[in-house]
Nanobody, 122 residues
């Protein structure tokens, strides 16, 4: 079992930055691939970024490449999403997710956090 708690969301102006954090419980955290998804009002939940258990491989949605960076600290059971050059279209609830295999498909993820709101004003 893995429990996830996100933090770090808030209101920021376009062009600004935020860093989201995801605290995970469970001794097997380092075995899990981790990802961030987001969901805007009236839209499907979409993939943002993922990182393998070792942290050696990451992948990103095209819409955030070059602006967002996912990272993890297995010693602290933490995953981060550094978001730079934020745009109004990045406004959404951001969710942390965990899975033994991972990938970009949300249905593959067994564990989810409660989400944290990110609002980018123009």
């Amino acid at each position: 079992q893995v429990q996830l708690v996100e933090s770090g969301g808030g209101l920021v102006q376009a062009g600004g930055s935020l860093r989201l954090s995801c605290a995970a419980s469970g001794r097997t955290f380092r075995s899990y691939a981790m990802a961030w998804f987001r969901q805007a009002p009236g839209k499907e939940r979409e993939f943002v970024a993922a990182i393998r258990w070792s942290g050696g491989r990451t992948n990103y949605a095209d819409s955030v490449k070059g602006r967002f960076t996912i990272s993890r600290d297995n010693a602290k059971n933490m995953v981060y999403l550094q978001m730079n050059s934020l745009k109004p279209e990045d406004t959404a609830v951001y969710y942390c997710a965990a899975d033994l295999v991972g990938g970009e498909e949300k249905y593959k993820y067994d564990y989810w956090g409660q989400g944290t709101q990110v609002t980018v004003s123009s």
